[in-house]
């Protein structure tokens, strides 16, 4: 019996079926171990020694493993054939060594490239050794993520609070995003217009004609900016007689485009379908897999992360046959059509994406996959059958016509593409950032030199130049891979990170850096500007790729950048967070303080008028604060948001609602920390302006000025208790929308309305608080009741906590994930929760917790130590907390 390690169980279960009896086919399900995030998992005092830890998931697979290798007559490896896949093999092999479980079987390393039949009967024959250059390579690449992460990022707790993480290539995505926000708002707009003329040829075709030249000068595109310099054209072309001075037709052929990489299917995949990069590469890896088509599990596309072009002789066969076969002959090329990838160092797989079999068309298939998987097969397919079509022939037409006017001599330009034969085209077209397809197809009416032609009028238009577009997810993978930055089977990754940590959003598809992520790019450019150069993170990536090919030594390449690297962040162990504030103040005042319309100066405080306004940095992030504090206690949001109202409020991104007819002060809607408020005037003399925060569900654009008064007057009385006349109030707390009698605190409601609630239904609300005992505010959180946990029983509740909804069950609590309804919250979901937190299987409620160590053999005056090491097991437990901080940080760039 051989065993055979692949990482995921559908992929063992398409493999078992293709090698039968005689092999055992287990899944690792990914990588089983990986470096904890703790302090000296790399150590370059070492020489980069690294400790790694099995994944607690992976401990009783990797047990299976070991137990069927040790009856076992040999072992298989066949993992996916990149960086990774060599990666997961060598450390099962090595976990397999620690446990013994090797003897003299022999152990052996195959690849292929699609999971079908052949493609796995066939490597199978092949079988090699580990490639210990790819492991090495992996090696110095988790290393590098490692000391960046783990290094740089407690340096941006301490200096930048409200900062999460910083990663050897996420900054430097982050940067991209950056750099293109700071462009568009430095970019002065230009004003231009366009001059062209309506012409008709004596059989009367009417096209279009734009001035390119006057008086023997070129007139570019920005060069009429103006509105009386395009009078003065318009006029002259009015009076003008035109004539044909030449008719020039080229042909041309447009050439199909080459089959999809990992980076090219995630830019298209964006574009036509919609799809960010990660949920494309999980949908190509169900592909890739297998599904059952017919009752047979197959492999229907080939490995999805590669930077090849090139595809099997097989494959370009079929392509062929099926464009011969659906098209005509007319579409299939002489020869077959060769790529090659212009990546620096294409990824091991070297053989493009494409289906594992063309005879498989989309319409035969869609009925067995998912609607997205059935999008993105077919998207495949298209691309990779027009990569081998005939080329598009064109024709390109250029028309040049002199307008004749006393004293002046002016030129026109009409241009027409006209496709002769589409060639490719009939199947597939190339998308674009902006979702229109590329397309040609503008055929100019028969024309000959020395022809008078008529005017039709004359057309002049206005137009301002436009800042450069904010990158789309597709857009930046490619601006990424231009510049050499990661990998394209990491790109779904990072972007991820960005967005998961908060540091960009998507707004109508476009990457939009938010304040958190502009501090971060800000103070890594001040402070670390070498290590989020472009041309610095694409050096080091040519480095790995040249460890891959076992021309550098992994440690070498890593001696080189740790050097530098520890004394650019020893450098900053004495910078002041002032030094740090100064900086970053400077580097983003385009962002904070763009200039008024007015002309006014955009940091004069517009509460007290005398102060300045600048960066500044509190416990929850950054926020902007006026010099005169604590006499001014003006704030605002970080980014000023533009718009044409003269009211400071507006300007500073705040919405006007309206006056408090009671105080004649401003009532708006602002952006804080923790979410929207209200808030009436700006605060004179010292004093804190009041301020109501939204009930949930409340969104800022609903609220009205009677709504805004109304919150902002609470709490209120809503009337007296029956039982004791003393009075019952309605307010809204730290903890939400609450009733108040003496010192009982009772929370309302979903449905219940702060403003409307009534006096039975209050005093309804306190009685039932009462009646559950005493605890915070009063009474206890008592929750909602889901049911008792499977394994070991004890009722699990979901609550309403301070920091948001979570789920207890005896003394363990886990906190719901983001965007979870806790009204909508299951008894699965729940213990799937607390398993998570208690990491297996929790104790029964009440149970004692089993000594995690041997009872101490000490004398009993011994006993009285951990008392006086208080302290120090404080700083155990920040230093443990600091390390689940890090780990994040110490993941990939």
């Given at each position: 019996?051989?065993?055979?390690?692949?990482?995921?169980?559908?992929?063992?279960?398409?493999?078992?079926?293709?090698?039968?009896?005689?092999?055992?086919?287990?899944?690792?399900?990914?990588?089983?171990?990986?470096?904890?995030?703790?302090?000296?998992?790399?150590?370059?005092?070492?020489?980069?020694?690294?400790?790694?830890?099995?994944?607690?998931?992976?401990?009783?697979?990797?047990?299976?493993?070991?137990?069927?290798?040790?009856?076992?007559?040999?072992?298989?490896?066949?993992?996916?054939?990149?960086?990774?896949?060599?990666?997961?093999?060598?450390?099962?092999?090595?976990?397999?060594?620690?446990?013994?479980?090797?003897?003299?079987?022999?152990?052996?390393?195959?690849?292929?490239?699609?999971?079908?039949?052949?493609?796995?009967?066939?490597?199978?024959?092949?079988?090699?050794?580990?490639?210990?250059?790819?492991?090495?390579?992996?090696?110095?690449?988790?290393?590098?993520?490692?000391?960046?992460?783990?290094?740089?990022?407690?340096?941006?707790?301490?200096?930048?609070?409200?900062?999460?993480?910083?990663?050897?290539?996420?900054?430097?995505?982050?940067?991209?995003?950056?750099?293109?926000?700071?462009?568009?708002?430095?970019?002065?707009?230009?004003?231009?217009?366009?001059?062209?003329?309506?012409?008709?040829?004596?059989?009367?075709?009417?096209?279009?004609?734009?001035?390119?030249?006057?008086?023997?000068?070129?007139?570019?595109?920005?060069?009429?900016?103006?509105?009386?310099?395009?009078?003065?054209?318009?006029?002259?072309?009015?009076?003008?007689?035109?004539?044909?001075?030449?008719?020039?037709?080229?042909?041309?052929?447009?050439?199909?485009?080459?089959?999809?990489?990992?980076?090219?299917?995630?830019?298209?995949?964006?574009?036509?379908?919609?799809?960010?990069?990660?949920?494309?590469?999980?949908?190509?890896?169900?592909?890739?897999?297998?599904?059952?088509?017919?009752?047979?599990?197959?492999?229907?596309?080939?490995?999805?992360?590669?930077?090849?072009?090139?595809?099997?002789?097989?494959?370009?066969?079929?392509?062929?046959?099926?464009?011969?076969?659906?098209?005509?002959?007319?579409?299939?090329?002489?020869?077959?059509?060769?790529?090659?990838?212009?990546a620096k160092n294409a990824q091991e797989a070297h053989e493009a994406v494409r289906p594992t079999d063309l005879s498989r068309r989309p319409k035969d298939v869609a009925r067995h996959l998912e609607p997205e998987q059935a999008k993105l097969y077919e998207l495949i397919w298209?691309?990779?059958?027009?990569?081998?079509?005939?080329?598009?022939?064109?024709?390109?037409?250029?028309?040049?016509?002199?307008?004749?006017?006393?004293?002046?001599?002016?030129?026109?330009?009409?241009?027409?593409?006209?496709?002769?034969?589409?060639?490719?085209?009939?199947?597939?077209?190339?998308?674009?950032?902006?979702?229109?397809?590329?397309?040609?197809?503008?055929?100019?009416?028969?024309?000959?030199?020395?022809?008078?032609?008529?005017?039709?009028?004359?057309?002049?238009?206005?137009?301002?130049?436009?800042?450069?577009?904010?990158?789309?997810?597709?857009?930046?993978?490619?601006?990424?891979?231009?510049?050499?930055?990661?990998?394209?089977?990491?790109?779904?990754?990072?972007?991820?990170?960005?967005?998961?940590?908060?540091?960009?959003?998507?707004?109508?598809?476009?990457?939009?850096?938010?304040?958190?992520?502009?501090?971060?790019?800000?103070?890594?450019?001040?402070?670390?500007?070498?290590?989020?150069?472009?041309?610095?993170?694409?050096?080091?990536?040519?480095?790995?790729?040249?460890?891959?090919?076992?021309?550098?030594?992994?440690?070498?390449?890593?001696?080189?950048?740790?050097?530098?690297?520890?004394?650019?962040?020893?450098?900053?162990?004495?910078?002041?967070?002032?030094?740090?504030?100064?900086?970053?103040?400077?580097?983003?005042?385009?962002?904070?303080?763009?200039?008024?319309?007015?002309?006014?100066?955009?940091?004069?405080?517009?509460?007290?008028?005398?102060?300045?306004?600048?960066?500044?940095?509190?416990?929850?992030?950054?926020?902007?604060?006026?010099?005169?504090?604590?006499?001014?206690?003006?704030?605002?949001?970080?980014?000023?948001?533009?718009?044409?109202?003269?009211?400071?409020?507006?300007?500073?991104?705040?919405?006007?609602?309206?006056?408090?007819?009671?105080?004649?002060?401003?009532?708006?809607?602002?952006?804080?920390?923790?979410?929207?408020?209200?808030?009436?005037?700006?605060?004179?003399?010292?004093?804190?302006?009041?301020?109501?925060?939204?009930?949930?569900?409340?969104?800022?654009?609903?609220?009205?000025?009677?709504?805004?008064?109304?919150?902002?007057?609470?709490?209120?009385?809503?009337?007296?208790?029956?039982?004791?006349?003393?009075?019952?109030?309605?307010?809204?707390?730290?903890?939400?929308?609450?009733?108040?009698?003496?010192?009982?605190?009772?929370?309302?409601?979903?449905?219940?309305?702060?403003?409307?609630?009534?006096?039975?239904?209050?005093?309804?609300?306190?009685?039932?608080?009462?009646?559950?005992?005493?605890?915070?505010?009063?009474?206890?959180?008592?929750?909602?009741?889901?049911?008792?946990?499977?394994?070991?029983?004890?009722?699990?509740?979901?609550?309403?906590?301070?920091?948001?909804?979570?789920?207890?069950?005896?003394?363990?609590?886990?906190?719901?994930?983001?965007?979870?309804?806790?009204?909508?919250?299951?008894?699965?979901?729940?213990?799937?929760?607390?398993?998570?937190?208690?990491?297996?299987?929790?104790?029964?409620?009440?149970?004692?917790?089993?000594?995690?160590?041997?009872?101490?053999?000490?004398?009993?005056?011994?006993?009285?130590?951990?008392?006086?090491?208080?302290?120090?097991?404080?700083?155990?437990?920040?230093?443990?907390?600091?390390?689940?901080?890090?780990?994040?940080?110490?993941?990939?760039?």
């Amino acid at each position: 019996m051989q065993v055979v390690i692949v990482e995921s169980p559908a992929k063992a279960k398409t493999i078992n079926k293709y090698l039968g009896p005689g092999y055992e086919v287990i899944a690792s399900y990914g990588h089983v171990r990986d470096l904890p995030a703790k302090d000296g998992s790399v150590d370059p005092e070492q020489d980069f020694r690294m400790l790694w830890d099995v994944d607690p998931k992976a401990q009783k697979r990797l047990s299976d493993i070991a137990r069927a290798v040790k009856a076992a007559d040999g072992l298989i490896l066949a993992t996916d054939p990149d960086r990774e896949g060599e990666a997961i093999s060598w450390h099962v092999l090595e976990i397999l060594k620690e446990k013994r479980a090797l003897k003299d079987q022999p152990v052996s390393r195959v690849v292929f490239n699609a999971i079908t039949k052949q493609a796995v009967t066939e490597a199978m024959q092949h079988p090699r050794i580990i490639d210990a250059a790819l492991v090495d390579a992996y090696l110095a690449r988790r290393a590098l993520d490692y000391l960046v992460g783990f290094t740089l990022s407690p340096v941006l707790w301490r200096k930048l609070p409200g900062a999460r993480s910083a990663g050897r290539v996420q900054s430097v995505a982050l940067r991209l995003v950056c750099d293109r926000e700071r462009e568009i708002e430095t970019f002065v707009r230009r004003e231009y217009w366009s001059i062209a003329a309506q012409l008709a040829t004596p059989r009367n075709d009417v096209f279009e004609a734009r001035l390119v030249g006057a008086d023997g000068r070129k007139i570019t595109r920005l060069d009429v900016g103006t509105g009386e310099e395009a009078a003065a054209f318009r006029t002259a072309l009015e009076a003008a007689d035109y004539t044909v001075r030449s008719v020039e037709a080229k042909p041309a052929r447009r050439h199909p485009y080459p089959p999809f990489t990992t980076s090219t299917l995630q830019q298209e995949a964006s574009r036509k379908l919609g799809l960010a990069p990660a949920i494309t590469m999980r949908i190509a890896q169900r592909l890739y897999e297998g599904v059952d088509v017919g009752g047979e599990t197959v492999g229907l596309i080939t490995y999805m992360r590669t930077d090849g072009v090139d595809m099997a002789p097989e494959a370009v066969a079929q392509a062929r046959s099926v464009i011969g076969r659906e098209y005509g002959d007319r579409y299939v090329p002489s020869a077959p059509r060769k790529y090659t990838a212009k990546a620096k160092n294409a990824q091991e797989a070297h053989e493009a994406v494409r289906p594992t079999d063309l005879s498989r068309r989309p319409k035969d298939v869609a009925r067995h996959l998912e609607p997205e998987q059935a999008k993105l097969y077919e998207l495949i397919w298209l691309r990779t059958v027009a990569s081998q079509m005939e080329s598009a022939e064109l024709e390109r037409t250029t028309v040049d016509i002199d307008a004749a006017v006393q004293g002046r001599a002016l030129e026109l330009r009409a241009t027409g593409t006209v496709i002769k034969f589409d060639g490719f085209l009939t199947l597939y077209r190339e998308g674009t950032d902006d979702g229109d397809e590329d397309e040609e197809n503008r055929r100019l009416p028969a024309m000959s030199a020395g022809e008078g032609l008529a005017n039709k009028g004359i057309k002049t238009d206005q137009h301002f130049t436009e800042p450069p577009p904010r990158y789309s997810e597709a857009s930046l993978v490619k601006r990424m891979e231009e510049l050499g930055i990661g990998r394209p089977s990491t790109y779904a990754s990072v972007l991820a990170v960005l967005r998961d940590r908060e540091y960009v959003k998507l707004d109508k598809r476009r990457l939009v850096p938010e304040d958190k992520g502009r501090l971060v790019t800000a103070f890594l450019e001040s402070f670390f500007d070498r290590y989020v150069e472009y041309d610095f993170t694409a050096d080091l990536e040519e480095k790995l790729d040249r460890i891959s090919n076992g021309e550098l030594q992994w440690k070498d390449v890593l001696r080189d950048f740790w050097k530098n690297f520890a004394a650019a962040v020893g450098e900053t162990k004495e910078l002041r967070v002032s030094d740090v504030i100064s900086a970053l103040d400077g580097m983003l005042t385009a962002h904070i303080f763009p200039p008024k319309e007015d002309g006014t100066d955009p940091r004069l405080c517009p509460n007290c008028g005398t102060g300045r306004l600048s960066l500044k940095v509190g416990k929850f992030g950054a926020f902007i604060g006026c010099s005169n504090y604590p006499e001014c206690k003006y704030t605002r949001p970080l980014a000023a948001q533009s718009g044409d109202s003269d009211n400071p409020a507006e300007a500073n991104g705040n919405r006007v609602l309206g006056t408090d007819p009671a105080t004649g002060l401003e009532v708006t809607v602002r952006d804080g920390r923790f979410g929207a408020y209200l808030q009436l005037g700006e605060g004179k003399d010292g004093e804190k302006p009041k301020r109501s925060s939204l009930p949930k569900g409340l969104a800022p654009a609903d609220v009205d000025l009677d709504t805004a008064l109304a919150l902002l007057a609470l709490p209120r009385e809503i009337g007296r208790h029956p039982d004791d006349g003393e009075p019952i109030l309605a307010g809204i707390g730290r903890f939400g929308p609450y009733v108040q009698h003496g010192r009982t605190y009772a929370n309302i409601e979903p449905g219940d309305d702060i403003l409307a609630i009534g006096l039975n239904r209050a005093v309804a609300l306190i009685a039932d608080k009462q009646s559950k005992g005493p605890g915070r505010r009063g009474g206890t959180n008592a929750g909602r009741e889901l049911g008792e946990f499977p394994e070991v029983g004890g009722m699990m509740t979901v609550r309403a906590g301070r920091f948001g909804p979570y789920v207890s069950h005896g003394k363990i609590n886990a906190t719901l994930p983001k965007g979870t309804d806790p009204e909508t919250l299951t008894l699965e979901q729940a213990a799937e929760l607390i398993r998570a937190k208690a990491g297996g299987t929790p104790p029964a409620p009440g149970a004692r917790k089993a000594a995690a160590k041997p009872a101490s053999t000490k004398p009993a005056a011994d006993k009285k130590a951990p008392a006086a090491r208080k302290p120090a097991a404080k700083k155990a437990a920040a230093a443990k907390a600091g390390a689940t901080k890090a780990k994040a940080a110490a993941k990939k760039g």
